[in-house]
């Protein structure tokens, strides 16, 4: 009797390696034809090297290095799936700025939810469906329009000038400070005052505070599930998934409780203000069936991205004025030209700041917080020489087409001149925001707070970064630096 049932196991076993062998043959057959690294395992594909730069904590730059050597379309395998990496002007042209190409589940599942606990859900950002994004988006992104945000300065102004006050505390010229830790806690401020009408005072160390740890330990969730598919199962990884999951629920439950709040204050009249969460829950009024986890999947993509996607970059941006000087006199000069001694930044001032905004452009050229965005490929496609299978996912890695040196003389180094003006424009080849339809509905937002806290901390402080900073990366979904951006700080005379 055991005999037989180890026969009959021994058989299925044999089946299901066949069937597998015979799925992945089919895979390799759809996408061989396209160039790509070679395969370092039949069954796994390029998996194990793709791992490999993921525990380094650069695999965008293991992707630019198959680019410089197979060119701006290639293949990749990890273990049943065949991917297409594309950086070619012409392949983002028409496939990023068209809605028929729309973002592949396969990808964006790990952003919906987390080892079994939903997250941002079909929120503005992981909403593959694209007449359902598109009404959300046209509703919710009116808060984003010039005359609203406009509105805001005075809040703009006021949170910075509370970062500059903590800031003065420790500005003695000898003592070390974290600066993305700083960055990270006003811009938490910023997105929960402006966007949502809730003070956190995560900036002065307030009991709210814990919500930059609990985004932080999302986001590397979500890059754990989706780097590796054995995460999610992993016994050893059974207290970190709880972690997660916790981590998710401690947002999620804010986010309710804010929504209930607001929507009592509007019942009653008591409510006039016109910020993300009104506009959040005016698409649920104005569309059938929509319910308040919906509701909460917007709270927490608008949230979560507003605040760690600017605090990074701005971390970045510190990173390399502070070891170009000549960068940084240029920047002071101009905030000095334009403010005149003003410490409050209108909305007019913002436009003129025409050399901040080229140092702003190549720190996101250089270093997007967002790494990839990706698009499905449901007919078959000839472009640019290639032809690409139906029902591909194609992915659009950042970091790679901003760094590729067909795209970019002396891609590596930092140069803000290469945005001025009178330069040529970097057609399809620049997408810090990503591109089209879908591209970021809070740019601006970003923008505006990013200038507003650079002129104020310009006017009253001079740096030096840590002799011994490190600079280098740490690519979990989002782009951070390695480091806490360690300088001493020291007032102006």
Not at 196 to 208: H, V
Not at 273 to 286: G, R, V
Not at 365 to 384: F, Q, S, V, W
């Amino acid at each position: 009797m055991l005999t037989e049932f180890v026969c009959v196991i021994a058989v299925f076993i044999l089946i299901c390696f066949t069937g597998l062998t015979l799925y992945l043959a089919a895979i390799h057959r759809k996408f061989d034809h396209l160039p790509g690294p070679p395969r370092q395992s039949f069954y796994f594909g390029n998996f194990t090297a793709y791992q490999a730069a993921v525990k380094k904590g650069n695999p965008s730059k293991l992707l630019l290095q198959w680019a410089e050597e197979y060119g701006p379309c290639y293949r990749l395998y990890i273990i049943h799936i065949g991917f297409v990496i594309a950086i070619s002007p012409t392949i983002i042209k028409e496939v990023l700025t068209k809605s028929i190409y729309t973002k592949p589940i396969l990808m964006y599942k790990n952003f919906q939810s987390v080892f079994g606990a939903r997250c941002f859900g079909t929120g503005l950002f992981s909403e593959t469906n694209y007449e359902k994004w598109h009404k959300r988006r046209s509703i919710v992104g009116a808060a984003f329009n010039k005359k609203y945000l406009k509105g805001y300065m005075d809040q703009f102004n006021d949170l910075a000038d509370i970062l500059l006050n903590t800031l003065t505390s420790v500005a003695d010229g000898q003592s070390l400070v974290s600066m993305r830790e700083y960055l990270t806690r006003i811009a938490l401020d910023a997105i929960a005052d402006i966007g949502f009408d809730n003070r956190l005072d995560a900036i002065s160390g307030g009991s709210d505070s814990v919500y930059a740890a609990v985004m932080r330990c999302i986001f590397d969730g979500i890059a754990c599930q989706a780097e590796n598919m054995f995460n999610t199962v992993r016994p050893s990884k059974a207290a970190y998934r709880q972690e997660v999951r916790d981590a998710v629920k401690v947002m999620r439950d804010k986010g309710h409780h804010l929504i209930s709040e607001r929507k009592e204050l509007m019942r009653t009249g008591s409510c006039e203000l016109n910020d993300l969460l009104s506009h959040i829950i005016k698409y649920q009024e104005m569309t059938p069936g929509v319910t308040d986890e919906d509701l909460v999947d917007d709270y927490l993509t608008l949230f979560i991205a507003g605040q760690d996607t600017t605090a990074n970059a701005l971390s970045f941006l510190f990173l390399e004025v502070g070891r170009h000087p000549e960068v940084l006199a240029r920047m002071v000069k101009e905030v000095d030209e334009i403010l005149q001694g003003r410490s409050y930044v209108t909305f007019d001032d913002l436009g003129r700041l025409e050399y901040m905004s080229q140092v702003i452009k190549e720190t996101l050229r250089l270093y997007a917080p967002g790494t990839m965005t990706g698009r499905e490929i449901k007919a078959d496609l000839n472009i640019d020489g290639f032809d690409i299978p139906a029902n591909t996912c194609m992915l659009f890695p950042t970091y790679v087409i901003h760094h590729y040196k067909e795209h970019y003389e002396n891609a590596d180094d930092f140069q803000p001149d290469r945005f001025e003006s009178t330069q040529p424009k970097h057609l399809f080849t620049y997408l810090p925001f990503a591109m089209g339809p879908r591209s970021c509905v809070g740019k601006q937002f970003a923008l505006i707070e990013s200038k507003v806290l650079l002129c104020k901390f310009l006017q009253r402080f001079t740096f030096d970064l840590d002799p011994n900073q490190s600079f280098d990366l740490d690519e979990k979904i989002i782009l951070r630096p390695a480091s806490g951006v360690m300088m001493s700080l020291s007032l102006r005379t």
